[in-house]
């Protein structure tokens, strides 16, 4: 009976010591959290494993439309901003910039509105633009920056024997289990989907925990998803490739042409921009920028060399000219680092704060141009 006693107090004794580890564990990670609640925020709303919609970029398959903007006062002056990734990192700098060198007195305050979302393409762009324009939003002008993901999103549709401008390979990917193991897409789903229910709902160090399993599994299909969109464009001749290209320019310009349209018949003003590529029109690349071109194992980069994509770029900007002496107002900024000194990238298109900040001072000095001229022409 003693010995029964002992082992069930050594038992009772390792319990106890178990769960004042996890209620060491718990308090510690909600002190951290106290201090660090974007950690908590990035707990929750981690979705890197599911699929987007191709059409809207939300997480399900529902009827999306976007929320109605409204102005705040009659003086404010409303810009909606669209594009993919590279302009999400644009419009803070670009509001401050506005609202800094503003010279009209009858504006009150430049507000701009971000519906950029990653790897959106001019496709995407229109559609949104048409959803914004038909709930009534109150918008002075759109600015729509794009370049790079016209390239690139049409080569992996190409691969993928879909329209050049499907908006969406990795929602296919995703549905066809191309991002690798079906069992850890399904056990990432099912790991996210515990941390709503007790007892990890309660427990902070619980749902950190699921959350770390459920990113490496997601970042296992997803890294495997990569690599078989990247054999499938790699096996694509060079050839073949630029005459994809031949074809997404003329979509691309059809795409530009139609939200001009649609704008202007709102009575809304419109500009296009072509954002800026790492070593591309640079007189004299950085370091970083250099070392990024020789040794980066970035996606892109291992779809294509280098060089076919700057020709790709040669013809986006050879379609924005044409598009200007059809009098569309397209800003092409893909020079605008020519001369800098300093690295304003952290990957091949992605801008860092330094580059942001000299794009936005750079737009907003357009827009401001751009009303000036137009409130002289009245």
Known sequence: MKKIFRIVGKFLAVFGVVLVGLAMLELTVRVYLN?????????????????????FGHQDESPFMPERIEKKSESEYTVLLLGGSTAMTIPW?????????????????????LAAHHGFLTVQDKNLLVAFLSNGSEIDLVICVEGFNNLVRPLENYAYQLPLNYPGWYWVAG????????????????????????????WKSLQLG?????????????????EVIGEKITAISTEEKL??????????RRDILFMNMAARCRGIDIIFVLHAMLGYARDNPTEFEEQFLRTSPMYDLQLIPYSLWSQGYDGLRETGAKLQENG????????????AEYN?????????????????????EAVLERIKKDRTSR
């Open 35 to 55: 201090f660090h609640p974007l950690t908590e925020v990035e707990v929750e709303r981690e979705e890197l494993f599911i699929p987007l919609h191709p059409y």
């Open 93 to 113: 700098t670009l509001q401050t910039h506005l609202n800094q060198k503003n010279p009209f007195p009858e504006i009150s305050r430049f507000r701009v509105i």
């Open 175 to 202: 549905n066809r289990m191309e991002y690798g193991s079906p069992g850890a897409y399904h056990l990432a789903l099912f790991l996210d989907g515990l941390k709503n229910h007790q007892p990890a709902r309660s």
């Open 210 to 226: 699921l959350n770390g399993l459920v990113q490496l599994l997601a970042k296992q299909f997803h890294t495997r998803g990569i």
């Open 243 to 252: 005459l994809v290209w031949e074809k997404a320019l003329d979509l691309y």
């Open 328 to 339: 569309v107002d397209y800003l092409d900024l893909s020079p605008i680092f020519k001369s």
């Open 344 to 364: 304003p990238y952290i990957d091949l298109v992605h801008m860092n704060q330094e580059g942001s900040d000299a794009f936005g001072e750079k737009l907003a």
